[in-house]
C-alpha cells in the first residue's frame, strides 16, 4: 500500500473509492480533479484499488493530490490472479475490466475505521458539492444509489434473472454510499461470493447484478441528480417516462454528470452534450497536451462519425441529444427537448 497525505484541519472528511487498472488512470485522474475542485474546504481521502497499477500510474494520481492541501490517497493492490480464482464474469464486455469486481471486496481493504465511503466509477465527473450525498443517513442499508431507469424499464428481464421483485427497484452501481459497519456486520463478501457462484450466467451487468441481486432489501434510493446517466440526455428515452419532470430537474442542476456510454469523453466519438465538462477538468490534469483518442475503429465507422456530425450542423438528421446550454445567471442548464426549451428556477 502507498500513501500520500497532507496534514491539515479542514471541514468533515470524505473517503471515496475507486476501483480501476492502468487503462482508467486518466478518467480517474480527472474524477479526483472534478471532486477535488469542488470541495475546497473538505478532508478528502481517495481510496484506490488497483489491479496491479504500475509505479508510474501511482505516482500520476499522488501526483493530483499533491495539489491539493486537502487531499490524500492511498493504494490498495489487488492481485488479478485472485479475482480471476473466483472465476468473476464479464460477459464479453469490450470496456469493462475484471478490477471492477474489486470493490465487492473493499470491507476487508479497507481500514477498519473506515465505516461508510463513497464508490465512484471513474467514467464520470463531479460538478457540484457532494455534502448532501455524503451527509445521506445510511444507517441500517447496506447501501445508497440511483435508480437506474433504463433497467428498470427496458429490461424487465433482469429481475427474472437476478431472482427478485421489480418492485424492489435497481441502482445504478456507478455511485454508491456504501454502509461498510453493515458491510462487515453481515458478511457480505460471503453473500457476494454464493451468489455470484449461484448465477454466474446471469449476470448480464456484472458486479452490478451482484450487488442489487443481493441488497435489494437493502438499500436507499438518492435523487437522480446525484448519478445522471448518459440516456437522460437523450432526445429519444422512453426509460424516463412518467419520471420526467425529476429527470428535468437533475439535468438542470448536476452533482454526478456519469459518460455511460461507451463512447466516453476522452474518445473522439463521442457526442454527449457535456463533453465540455469533462474537458474542462481534463485540461487541469497532467494529461491537458492529450488529444481526444480514436478507439480501435474501421475507417468506415469513423467516416459515419463525420457524416453524422455534419448532417446534425446542416438539420438534415434529428440530433442523438438533447441541446443543452448553461444560464449564466442561475448557474442551471436550459434544456431543449424539440423546440421547446425547458428552464428549471
Known sequence: ????????????????????????????????????????????????????????????????CSRYRNASILFYDVKKELLDSYKL???????????????LFIENMLPHDVDKVLYL??????????????????????IA?????????????????????????????????????????KKLIDVFLNF???????????????????????????PIKFNILNSYYMTVNNDINGHENEVYRALADPV????????????????????????KYKNLSPWKEEALAWPNISLSRKFRYYKRKVLYVLGLKKPKYMDIKKDSSTGKYNIKKGNIWITQK
Not at 49 to 54: N, P, Q, V
Not at 89 to 103: C, D, G, M
Not at 203 to 211: E, K, T
Open 1 to 64: 500500500m502507498g500513501q500520500v497525505a497532507n496534514t491539515i484541519t479542514l471541514n468533515k472528511r470524505m473517503d471515496i473509492v475507486f476501483c480501476i487498472d492502468d487503462n482508467y488512470i486518466m478518467p480517474c485522474g480527472v474524477t479526483m480533479i472534478s471532486l477535488l475542485e469542488n470541495h475546497k474546504d473538505d478532508i478528502i481521502t481517495f481510496h484506490t484499488l488497483g489491479l496491479e497499477l504500475k509505479e508510474e500510474s501511482k505516482k500520476k494520481l499522488s501526483s493530483i
Open 89 to 103: 464474469s464479464l460477459q464479453n464486455s469490450k470496456h469493462l475490466s475484471v478490477a471492477t469486481y474489486a470493490r
Open 121 to 142: 466509477d471513474c467514467d464520470l465527473i463531479v460538478v457540484n458539492n457532494l455534502s448532501e450525498l455524503w451527509n445521506t443517513n445510511i444507517d441500517g442499508y447496506a
Open 145 to 185: 444509489g440511483v435508480q437506474d431507469f433504463y433497467i428498470c424499464n427496458s429490461r424487465p428481464d433482469t429481475f427474472d434473472r437476478l431472482d427478485y421483485s421489480s418492485i424492489k427497484g435497481y441502482v445504478n452501481a456507478g455511485v454508491l454510499l456504501i454502509n461498510l459497519k453493515y458491510w462487515r456486520e
Open 196 to 222: 455470484i457462484r449461484e448465477k454466474y450466467d446471469n449476470l448480464a451487468f456484472h458486479d452490478q447484478d451482484v450487488i442489487n441481486g443481493t441488497l435489494y432489501d437493502s438499500k436507499l434510493f438518492l
Open 256 to 279: 454526478i454528470i456519469h459518460y455511460t456510454s461507451p463512447e466516453k469523453p476522452w474518445l473522439r466519438l463521442s457526442m454527449h452534450p457535456l463533453n465540455r465538462e469533462f474537458i
